[in-house]
């Protein structure tokens, strides 16, 4: 069983920079991919980058060029990078494995950006 515990969230000004980390209590060297999700209250939960376990990398449209998700197999630890934060991009954001498994979902941070 594997524990994801998100960190780093916050209130951060429109042109920002964030970086959460995702820290997993057991191994995720052997996974097939991990991932970043986000939820706004009230839409639907969507994926925003995505890693395999050998380091290629996949981002939605949103985000790219904006966002770079990387990963420590050795720390079990997986980063996201947000610089040029939007209003748009504030959310819940989750990690989770890539396809994501239910019972791994945390209790998420909190990006809220704002002026």
């Known amino acids: 069983q594997v524990r994801l515990v998100e960190s780093g969230g916050g209130l951060v000004q429109p042109g920002g920079s964030l970086t959460l980390s995702c820290a997993a209590s057991?191994?995720?060297?052997?996974?097939?991919?991990m991932a970043w999700y986000r939820q706004d209250p009230g839409k639907q939960r969507e994926l925003v980058a995505r890693?395999?376990?050998?380091?290629?990398?996949d981002y939605a449209d949103s985000v790219k060029g904006r966002f770079t998700i990387s990963r420590d197999n050795a720390k079990n630890t997986v980063y996201l990078q947000m610089n040029s934060l939007k209003p748009e991009d504030t959310a819940v954001y989750y990690c989770?494995?890539?396809?994501?498994?239910?019972?791994?979902w945390g209790q998420g941070t909190q990006v809220t950006v704002s002026s």
């Open positions: 989770n494995l890539h396809p994501y498994q239910p019972s791994y």
């Open positions: 057991g191994s995720i060297s052997g996974r097939n991919a």
């Open positions: 890693i395999t376990r050998t380091g290629n990398t």
